[in-house]
């Protein structure tokens, strides 16, 4: 069986003195996409806080394809290949596309070994033919698809071999979520191993694999996505809708 991209065992993460992530645990698989739900301030993104180490945390064990990761700083598990879009894009404003994407250029220490398309500005461009056009603009003036866009391809230039995407479909226009849903299923069928975080529950089951739902900071529901699909019990109950 292959070692799976990330497992997360018995996290507990806090805020000073405030306890916001309890026992939470799941894995996800090589090549899979996890959709990580809940409502809002169920602790969606203090999961991925901790993943990256920005949030204080601990854990019985955390592993990246098999290797160990708990305690390691952000820089760190950023060269080993964790990858990050984060909430509200947070690209730099007031620098150019192009300034956004080469500042992220790394390749991570494992490479690119297992086939999948080493991420370069050209590659970039050639896939996202608007950012090339856009390259000498300020990102501060892309419309808020193409910050989207520039966030996730200034992630995939740091080459990871897992991509942590916390609420992309967040203020976009339902045109615009479909463009990043489609970039979303190319880059899992380039075989990257992706957490999606979202609110938008319909665009998570559509492109993940499995599913958890964060509830108060707990783990209240995990399983393959057929598990929640036309659940309307489970959904409302933990979602808030159906
Ligand atoms: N920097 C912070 N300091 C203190 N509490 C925080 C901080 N960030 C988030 N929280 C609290 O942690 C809980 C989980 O928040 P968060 O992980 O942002 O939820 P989500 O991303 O699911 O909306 C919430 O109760 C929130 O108020
Ligand atoms: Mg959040």
């Known amino acids: 069986m292959a070692t799976d991209a990330l497992v997360l065992d018995g996290l507990d993460s806090f805020y000073g003195d405030s306890h916001v992530l309890h026992d939470v645990s799941f894995s996800v698989g090589a090549g899979r996409v996890l959709g990580l739900l809940g409502r809002n301030g169920a602790g969606k993104s203090t999961c991925i806080g901790s993943i990256i180490g920005f949030v204080r945390s601990r854990a019985r064990d955390m592993r990246l394809?098999?290797?160990?990761?708990?305690?390691?700083?952000?820089?760190?598990?950023?060269?080993?290949?964790?990858?990050?879009?984060?909430?509200?894009r947070?690209?730099?404003?007031?620098?150019?596309?192009?300034?956004?994407?080469?500042?992220?250029?790394?390749?991570?220490?494992?490479g690119q070994g297992d086939g999948r398309p080493g991420w370069t500005l050209r590659h970039v461009y050639e896939a996202f033919p608007r950012l090339k056009e856009r390259e000498k603009q300020f990102a501060g003036s892309?419309?808020?698809?193409?910050?989207?866009?520039?966030?996730?391809?200034?992630?995939?230039?740091?080459n990871p071999r897992l991509l942590l995407l916390d609420e992309p479909s967040e203020g976009l226009a339902p045109q615009i979520i479909q463009e990043v849903a489609r970039v979303l299923v190319d880059l899992k069928r380039s075989g990257l191993a992706i957490v999606l975080v979202e609110q938008n529950t319909a665009l998570a089951t559509d492109i993940a694999d499995d599913v958890v739902i964060l509830n108060s900071g707990r783990v209240a529901h995990s399983g393959p996505v057929s598990t929640i699909r036309s659940n309307e019990q489970l959904l409302e109950k933990l979602l808030g809708i159906y």
């Open 90 to 110: 947070r690209i730099f404003p007031t620098l150019t596309v192009r300034e956004n994407l080469t500042v992220a250029a790394r390749t991570s220490a494992q």
């Open 142 to 158: 892309l419309s808020g698809g193409e910050q989207q866009m520039l966030a996730i391809c200034r992630a995939l230039m740091t």
């Open 65 to 88: 394809f098999g290797e160990p990761i708990a305690g390691l700083s952000p820089e760190a598990l950023s060269y080993k290949g964790i990858g990050l879009v984060p909430q509200g």
